[in-house]
Every structure is written in C-alpha cells, then in structure tokens.
C-alpha cells in the first residue's frame, strides 16, 4: 500500500478490518432507538422491573454456581469449548459446505441469506408455498433478530410463539428481554393480567399460581400445536459431519413443533456449526448448566434431513449471515461469535440485573450483547454498547466458552473512537480532553504543574468535600462527593521527607 | 529489598495518604522504597475509554521509569490489573513490538501491594494494629483480573485490634468502573447503592479495599448521604501502628 505521493502508508493506525457488509438497518432487531444511557434510566426507574429481574438474576446466579460446582472438569470443559468454537471459526466455510452437503444428501433443501431481509423474504415464500397462512415456532434468538414474526405478519402469516415465556411476549406486545427468560422482566401477577386480557379461550377465574399460569397456556397452545401445518425453529448445534440439528428446550413445546408439522423452517447463524458429535458431548455439558443451572435439559431434539414417513416430511435450512461475516473478518471481534446463547453472562451482570435487556435496544442484551450487537451491525450504529460496562469481569468468569468479554469491549471502545477520529474533522470534546491528559501525562513536569492547577479545586470544598462540579463530571456529583485536592500531592511529601536524596 | 513505588496518579494527586502508608509500611517491614520522580499515569483510563492512541505514550512512560527495577509495588489492583493485561497489548497493537516486550518483562515485576507482601516478602502479619471494625470490599480487578483472591483478607486477620466483618455480596462490582460512573452515571449509582446497603448493614465504621478508585466511589457516595462510614485503603490499615497511629 501506497499513498499517491508514493509514500509508504503510516503504519501507526491498525488496519482497518475489511469492508465485509453489516446487518442492514431497518430490518430486524439488533439496533436500538435511543442510546443506552437514555434507555437505562427509565428503566432504572421502574421500581417493578428492578424487583422482578434483582429476584430472578440472584435465584438463576445461585442455582448455576451449584450446578457448575458439581463439575470437578468444568474449567476443562469450558477451555474445550472455547477451542472447538476457535477452530471451527478458523474453518468455517469447509465446515458449512460440508453440512450443505449432509442436509442435501439426506432430503432437507439448504437456502443461504445474506442479511435479514432475504431470510424474511425465503421463509415468507416457503410458507406462501405450502398454502398455509399460520405457523408454530419454537423459541429462537435468530428470528427475533430478523424480526420475522413482523415480516410474516405483513404478509397476513400468524406466527405463533409456543414457548411459555415467549408467548407472554407474544401476547403482552413486548419484547424478549433475555435469552433463556424472555419475559424475565414480567412477574406472575402481570403474567395473569396479560393471559385475562389477551387469551381468548382462557378460564377467568385464572389464579397467579406458575401451575396454573402453565396450564392455561398448554390449553391454549394444544389446539394450535395439532392444527400447524408449517413449524419453525432456531438451532443450537449444527453437525457438520452428519448434517444433524439440534435443539434443547424445557417445555416440550420445542419436540412438537419440530416433529407434527408437515413442513419445518429451521434458520440458524452460520456460527452455530460444529464439526463432530463428539463436540457436541462438550456443549451439551456446558449448556444445561450455563443456562438453567439444570445437569442436562429435559428435551433434546436432533433430526437429520427427512426421515420418511416420519415426521415433517419437507425439511429447509436457512443459513444466515446478517453481519457474521464481518464479526468473523474482525480478527479480535471474532470471538463473539462463539457464544452459545446460555445468558450466564446476563445472569451475572451487575448492569444488566438493574436495567433489564430492553435497554440495550437490540435483541442480545447484557455483555455478550454488547459486544455481539455492534459487531453484527457496525461499531457506529450500536456506539453506547459497547460502554454499557463496568468492566467488572463477572461474564467473562461464567462465560462456558470463555469468551474474554471485558477485553472485548475495551477494544469496541477503541474501534469506536478510531472511527470517529477518521470519520470527524472536528474532535469531539472527550476526544480533546484524553489528548489533552495523555500530553499532561507523557511529562513528569506538565504532570506536577497540572497537579498544583487542580489544586484550586479546594476552593470548591467545603469541609474537604467537593459537592458539584460541571458536566460532564456532574454525573459523578449527582451522587457522590468528591475528596477535595489535599494541601500537597504525595510527590511534595516525597521531598519534603527527604526521601529523595537517599 | 530495593522496592519501586508507582503510587498512581490518583493517590499521587488525591489520596496521598496512601503513598506514604505504603512507603511507610514497607520501610517498617525494613525495606529500601524508591520513588523514581519520572512516573506519571499508567494509561488506564485512556485505554478502557476507548483512547489507546493517547495511551501509548503513558505506556512508554512507564515502561521506562520501571524497567531498571527489580521489584515495582503499586497500591491499585486496577493499575496493576492494566499494566499486567493492557500495556503490551496496546504497545503491540500501535506498531510498537519492541516496547511490547519490555512493557511485558516490567508487568512481570509489576505487584499490587498485597501480592507484594505476601508472595514476594512472604509476610501476612506486618505488626499493624487498627482498633476499628472494618469490611473489605475485593474490587473487580483484584478479584478477577489480578486473582489477589484471600491475600487481603489474610494480611487484615492479622491486624491487632481489627474487628473484621464480612461484606454480603462483597464480589459484586460497586458501580465505578472507570469513565463508566460519569457515561452511565444513572447506572452507576443503582449499583453503588446496593453496594452502600451492603457496607451498611455489616456495622462496620471502615469500608477498605486494595484501590483507591473504588474507594472514591463508594466513599463519595457514603459521604453524600452523611453516613458516617468512612472508606480506607487497606495500606493505611497495615501502616498502623498501635504506637505510631499512622506512622507519618
């Protein structure tokens, strides 16, 4: 590379990963409206939300601790997992043809969609295809990505939730707000409202009792189970060597949907490949406890192709990039595409406990979202994610792959005010600040005179405490004093001890 | 031992306390302390806002201050947390490989204060005596970045006349996080007020801990609400003495 003087390029910048297209905008739901910050503070507001997800994250966090401990290999475990997700991302184009392969070779027909928009398109025609104007889904991250159930219902197809947390979703107009527990920011009084309010055939002296609350959806979803012609689900493994899908559930929802219809729609994330079963011995260990604290989850559900006679006898797997692409061309970035969906980070998390998943705007909330979202989107367009850390390192400790996301965030955060920098011809005034500390501080002598100016912050105290200070710190002031600048800087004690001359 | 203190720029210019506390201290355990006077800032705060540019030249600085060091003690698990897992990173990723490997050989010698006393001086009882009842908050980057796990708690049991109560929920991070406190300040403050309930409910009238940014944050907050608890780093604890107090 060279500039057009024929001067070699600087080489102080890293190089800019390559133009690979990000999810596009205005379709699905990896963008959010309003930066976290804004979201965060209604939602830090409801008092409601705080007591429900404080009592849900602490009572999941308790349970997969003891879950995990029982392991005496959990570490070795985890380092498996992270090493099998590395190297598949090394191979991953060898490893999707080969599962194009399997699944064609077995009967099922395999679709490839660039983004969202295309995967929306393809199901809508497949199911435009069998004539049917309704379909049963099983609970997935992906679809909620694409926004599927808009796109089909734009084009008069009903999808229906089926698992429990995501039907109170569905029937409660709201959106998921975890990955495991959609509905987590709901408790069962506001659960019984909405089934009173939304399920037509429901009984109405319907009590808050889980039991009952559970009852009434399987009345309600029995019907629609027995009358699906068309089912669609997500994935956790594809199994590269057999072209074998795999599906984990609690509910048993998932095992109807994927075995009663006549035709199945399965869409995953090009990164939820693995090459072997026997990586799938890892992840079925890790997953269960990672996600419900539970040793193995109640329905595990593989299928191969089309099996005649039994079973969906018309099979469809779309393979979905929608910015993976440009996660994976992220050298560093491209960890976050090992994720497996168990929501222990999120479980963890000190920030996502107060201000629940709705604020981080796009469907993966909580650290793995983060910094998942930006990547799948483009830094600019989710540019408050990546900051919404304390970077306190909890998820990446529970994360069962070890994704390191704390390093993760630290480095979105520089890609962000690098291409702000190359984008801007006016810095921003954080951006003249940190070059103004970083000149400060790169001299010992600017630093000591820097030190003897702050020091006339003590005519701000009163009784050694600084009570507001202007923005941007007023944030800091809003609810914290202050130390006001003692009378000498531990450097003048230094000398003054005589210290120095030794 | 010939140790190198790297205060911080934030005791430095604001809890200078703390650097005598560990000049102190150490001097008492009969070790030689150098503060080698071309030390500033380690950077943290411009790499985890996103400005590793701008950090780069804080690296160096440090790198070279540090390197003609056998030992260098600093009273911040997060500085040390950033100079042990950030500064060769940043050397590298800036075009820099040479500094990458000396920012790597100094991180080595690089210890927060209570790695420092127990791993490399091989001492938990430092002859203190802090006649108070006091909580220990861990701090996320002791904890999970720099793994001090039990250190600080070992070198307190020790302490004479401290009355050590246990912090419910004390691994959960108070809410600082760096630039984090001001860019999502509303967030920040939910997570400090959970963590002043914690401190508050034990009935200590000291909340300690190995950093003195945590410090600022949870102490600012009992400070604004007249609490009475006060906060102080855990090298002011070991510094005292039942005859000398403070030992300056």
Redesign the interface.
């Known amino acids: 590379m060279s500039t057009f003087l024929g001067m070699p390029a600087p080489?102080?910048v890293?190089a800019a990963p390559p133009a690979v297209p990000v999810a596009p905008r205005g379709v699905g739901h990896l963008r959010a409206s309003e930066p976290?910050?804004v979201a965060?503070?209604r939602a830090?507001a409801d008092s409601q939300l705080r007591r429900n997800l404080g009592k849900a994250t602490a009572t999941i966090r308790a349970k997969r601790a003891a879950a995990v401990a029982e392991l005496p290999d959990w570490e070795e475990l985890r380092e498996a997992g992270q090493a099998i997700k590395a190297q598949t991302m090394r191979h991953l184009d060898g490893y999707l043809e080969q599962l194009e392969t399997q699944v064609r070779a077995r009967g099922g027909t395999v679709h490839w969609a660039r983004d969202a928009a295309e995967a929306n398109e393809l199901i809508t025609g497949l199911i435009q295809a069998t004539g049917s104007h309704a379909a049963v889904k099983v609970k997935s991250m992906v679809t909620d990505e694409i926004g599927l159930n808009d796109a089909l219902a734009a084009a008069g197809i009903r999808a229906q939730e089926t698992d429990l947390a995501e039907l109170i979703v569905q029937l409660g107009g709201d959106r998921p707000s975890h990955f495991l527990v959609p509905a987590i920011h709901r408790n069962r009084e506001e659960i019984r409202e909405i089934f009173l309010r939304e399920m037509g055939d429901v009984d109405p002296g319907l009590t808050d009792n889980p039991a009952a609350l559970a009852e009434a959806a399987r009345l309600h979803l029995r019907r629609e189970f027995l009358s699906a012609t068309v089912g669609i689900s997500g994935v956790n493994f594809a199994i590269a060597e057999t072209g074998t899908l795999c599906v984990v559930e609690s509910e048993g929802n998932g095992r109807m949907c994927l075995t009663l219809p006549k035709t199945l729609i399965t869409v995953m994330g090009i990164e939820k490949v693995i090459p072997s079963w026997r990586d799938l011995g890892v992840f079925l260990q890790l997953l269960p406890r990672s996600s419900t604290a539970e040793r193995m989850n109640p329905y595990t559900s593989m299928w191969t192709g089309v099996t005649p006679g039994d079973g969906p006898q018309e099979f469809h797997l779309v393979l979905l990039d929608n910015g993976r692409t440009a996660a994976l061309a992220d050298q560093t970035g491209r960890q976050a595409l090992h994720c497996i969906r168990c929501s222990a980070c999120l479980n963890v998390c000190?920030?996502y406990e107060?201000?629940g998943g709705h604020a981080y705007g796009s469907v993966y909330p909580g650290p793995i979202g983060a910094v998942l979202s930006p990547l799948l989107t483009g830094v600019e367009d989710n540019a408050s994610l990546?900051?919404?850390?304390?970077?306190?390192?909890?998820c990446?400790?529970a994360c069962p792959v070890k994704i390191d996301i704390p390093?993760l965030l630290?480095y979105l955060?520089?890609?962000?005010?690098?291409e702000a920098r190359s984008a801007r011809r006016v810095p921003s005034a954080?951006?003249v600040a940190?070059?103004a500390?970083?000149w400060v501080?790169?001299?010992?002598r600017r630093?000591g005179a820097a030190?003897q100016a702050?020091r006339a912050g003590r005519a701000l105290s009163r009784g050694g405490?600084i009570?507001t200070l202007p923005p941007?710190?007023s944030?800091?002031t809003?609810?914290?004093?202050?130390?006001a600048?003692?009378a000498?800087?531990?450097?003048?004690?230094?000398r003054e001890?005589g210290?120095?001359r030794? | 031992m010939r140790v190198a203190l790297f205060?911080t720029?934030l005791?430095?210019?604001?809890?200078?306390?703390?650097?005598?506390a560990t000049?102190v201290l150490l001097e008492r355990l009969g070790h030689?302390?150098e503060?080698p006077?071309?030390?500033?800032?380690c950077?943290q705060?411009?790499?985890?806002?996103?400005?590793?540019?701008?950090?780069l030249?804080?690296v160096?600085?440090y790198v070279e201050t540090f390197e003609r060091f056998d030992v260098v003690v600093a009273p911040s698990g997060s500085c040390v947390g950033s100079i042990r897992?950030?500064h060769a990173m940043i050397a590298r990723?800036?075009?820099d490989g040479k500094l990458a490997g000396r920012a790597e050989a100094v991180a080595g010698r690089t210890f927060e204060l209570s790695q420092l006393l127990i791993d490399v001086l091989g001492v938990e009882d430092v002859g203190a005596y802090y006649p108070h009842r006091v909580t220990y908050h861990p701090t996320?980057?002791s904890?999970?970045?720099l793994r001090v796990g039990d250190r600080p708690l070992r070198l307190l049991r020790q302490v004479g006349g401290l009355d050590l109560v246990e912090l419910p929920g004390a691994?959960?991070?108070c809410?600082?996080?760096?630039?984090?406190?001001?860019?999502?300040?509303?967030?920040?403050?939910?997570?400090?007020a959970d963590k002043m309930r914690a401190v508050l409910d034990t009935g200590a009238e000291v909340c300690t801990a190995g950093d003195s940014s945590c410090l600022?944050?949870i102490?600012?907050?009992l400070?604004?609400l007249r609490t009475g608890v006060r906060t102080v780093h855990l090298a002011e604890i070991l510094a005292s003495t039942r005859e000398g107090g403070r030992g300056?």
């Open positions: 080489r102080a890293p976290f910050p965060a503070r830090l000190p920030v107060r201000t990546p900051y919404a850390s304390s970077l306190c390192g909890a990446y400790d390093s630290v955060r520089a890609r962000h005010v690098e954080e951006a940190m070059a500390a970083s501080m790169a001299d010992p630093y030190q702050g405490r009570r941007p710190l944030g800091w809003q609810a914290r004093d202050v130390p600048p003692p000498r800087t531990f450097r003048q004690w230094w001890s210290r120095a030794s | 205060v720029c005791a430095d210019t604001l809890f200078p306390d703390v650097g005598k000049t030689r302390v503060f006077a071309g030390q500033t800032c950077g705060m411009h790499v985890n806002t996103g400005y590793q540019r701008d950090a030249p804080l160096r600085r897992h950030q990723r800036w075009g996320c980057h904890l999970r970045l691994e959960v991070c809410g600082f996080g760096g630039t984090f406190a001001v860019k999502n300040a509303d967030t920040s403050t939910a997570m400090l600022m944050h102490g600012g907050g400070s604004r300056w």
